[in-house]
């Protein structure tokens, strides 16, 4: 699934090819796809430019003058530039056409979304889908001060107070369970038993494992242009996730598997209170 590095890489691949270029046709091949695509998408975007790109949370932003396009890349989309003439492949929905350049937004699984926040509307951060995001990880409002804070009333474990993006945005299993081992902290401790001091640390590995993980895109950019680029997931490798039995990086311990809130947990006994 395309996380927040993920998602950030996209907008910068795709940004300079988008920018500063008017819409001058749009082909929706389905209705929709999570949810039905805005009925007057094109009298709403076709003739209008691309000012900029955002991200907030996993939401890619296009912002036009009157308004801004969200779209989200669900558990298998992606979205790349090619020529216009470019055959569309069964799971190719949505072409955003750019004069001689086209953004194709591809999703095998269709559980992305395609919709459009107008400004009439008021400001996109009040936007049903955006207003209850928490603050975004690599920006100045994450701090130590707020996560601290933010988990007074909440005896939640840490994990699932990560996952639940209410507090901060974009941190998923993968980084949690990462940023969790990196800041010594066990998955299953309630969030409001976590000392200020502790939060120091974890809000320092949440930002860095992030950060890290768009670098390492970085190199991938290119193979947003042109039909047969392959973008995906950014390999890594992992202190814990995914390697439950082996023998902790660190201190040889044994990585252990626990399931919460549906979702699993990888951790060191040892490395983690
Ligand atoms: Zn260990």
């Not at 009439?120 to 928490?134: P, V």
């Not at 100045?140 to 933010?150: A, V």
């Not at 000392?195 to 193979?223: C, F, H, M, N, P």
Request: hydrophobic share 35%; proline share 4%.
């Amino acid at each position: 699934m395309p996380e927040l590095p993920e998602v950030e890489v996209t907008r910068l691949g795709i940004h300079p090819y988008i920018e500063g270029r008017r819409v001058s046709g749009l082909i929706l091949r389905r209705d929709g796809l999570r949810w039905p695509f805005p009925v007057n998408l094109p009298q709403l975007i076709v003739g209008q430019t691309i000012l900029s790109t955002g991200r907030r949370g996993k939401y890619l932003l296009l912002h036009f003058g009157h308004g801004s396009l969200l779209i989200h890349l669900g558990m298998s989309g992606n979205l790349r530039i090619m020529p216009p003439e470019t055959p569309a492949q069964k799971h190719d929905h949505v072409d955003i056409v750019l004069g001689e350049q086209m953004l194709r937004l591809t999703d095998p699984r269709r559980f992305g979304a395609v919709l459009w926040h107008d400004n009439t509307n008021g400001s996109l951060e009040e936007h049903l889908l955006l207003r209850k995001l928490g603050v975004e990880p690599l920006s100045d409002q994450f701090t130590s001060d707020l996560m601290f804070q933010q988990t007074r009333q909440r005896s939640a474990a840490i994990k699932q107070v990560l996952l639940a993006g209410d507090v901060v945005v974009g941190v998923g299993n993968i980084y949690a369970c990462e940023s969790l081992f990196r800041a010594g902290i066990n998955p299953k401790t309630a969030a409001n038993r976590i000392s200020r001091k502790r939060y120091q640390a974890l809000s320092v590995v949440i930002r860095q494992i992030l950060a890290e993980a768009i670098k390492q895109g970085g190199s991938t950019l290119k193979d947003f242009v042109g039909a047969d680029g392959k973008t995906g997931y950014f390999q890594q490798s992992y202190f814990v996730y995914d390697r439950a039995g082996e023998a902790c990086r660190v201190c040889q311990g044994t990585i252990r598997h626990i399931t919460q809130g549906q979702r699993s947990s990888f951790y060191c006994v040892n490395c983690q209170k």
